[in-house]
């Protein structure tokens, strides 16, 4: 059981926009930022925004982020089959001292 | 470019004892945090701990702590993850990471992680 909760999976068809749920508490989200990642098939995690809602550079404007209380949201717009990955938010949780991760979801762009 | 390149795959049998390695290039190693992420068989992200090369100063998440070990050297720019005797439960993949430590007003910081190894997958059966 993950400390964030992110819902198992979205879909949406390519050229749609989809957005993903992170909720947490006041231990966590509430009272610090968030980050989200990408695990695309076979590869390691990419970092896809930090400080709830800015990205590194060459991760392109259609991924954004906001945060609101205790949940945060991940927006893709514009998708794409190449956008099928499975997305992570992240963030300190001052209760267990640590990084805590929600438990994932897998997109799929039919 | 920042690259960080992790040791190869490892199978190994219950007791024995695993030190994984993740070598650094593109940044000042001494002056970033890097850490350790662990990913299960078919299950999510679960950070492990950090460490602070420049003066070893070591976080542990304390689901972890006492369960393995992290340390750096400095002198090749190389992070490890180790362990002195193995259990099956330890199957799974293993990431470095290198984590920014943020301070947000309030006083709270977090980590986020900016740049990731290829992974190490670590088999642990009899």
């Known amino acids: 059981q993950s400390v964030l909760t992110q819902p198992p999976s979205v879909s949406a068809a390519p050229g749609q926009k989809v957005t993903i749920s992170c909720s947490g508490s006041?231990?966590?989200?509430?009272?610090?930022?968030v980050s989200w990642y990408q695990r695309l098939p076979g590869a390691a995690p990419k970092l896809l925004i930090y400080d709830n809602h800015k990205r590194p550079s060459g991760i392109p404007d259609r991924f954004s982020g906001s945060k609101s209380g205790a949940s945060a949201t991940l927006g893709i717009t514009g998708l794409q089959t190449g956008d099928e990955a499975d997305y992570y938010c992240?963030?300190?949780?001052?209760?267990?001292?640590?990084?805590?991760f929600g438990g994932g979801t897998q997109l799929t762009v039919l | 470019e920042v690259q960080l390149v992790q040791s190869g795959v490892e199978v190994k049998k219950p007791g024995e004892s695993l030190k994984i390695s993740c070598k650094v290039s593109g940044y000042t190693f001494n002056s970033h945090w890097i850490g350790w992420v662990r990913q299960m068989p078919g299950k999510g992200l679960e950070w492990m701990g950090v460490i602070y090369p420049g003066d070893s100063d070591t976080r542990y998440n304390p689901s972890f702590q006492g369960q393995v070990t992290i340390t750096a050297d400095k002198s090749i720019s190389t992070a490890y993850l180790q362990w002195s005797s193995l259990k099956a439960s330890d199957t799974a993949m293993y990431y470095c990471?290198?984590?920014?430590?943020?301070?947000?007003?309030?006083?709270?910081?977090?980590?986020?992680?900016?740049?990731w190894g290829n992974g190490t997958a670590v088999t642990v059966s009899s």
């Open positions: 006041t231990s966590n989200i509430e009272n610090n930022h």
């Open positions: 992240g963030t300190w949780d001052s209760s267990l001292s640590a990084v805590v």
């Open positions: 990471a290198r984590n920014q430590k943020m301070w947000i007003p309030g006083g709270n910081y977090y980590y986020y992680m900016d740049d």
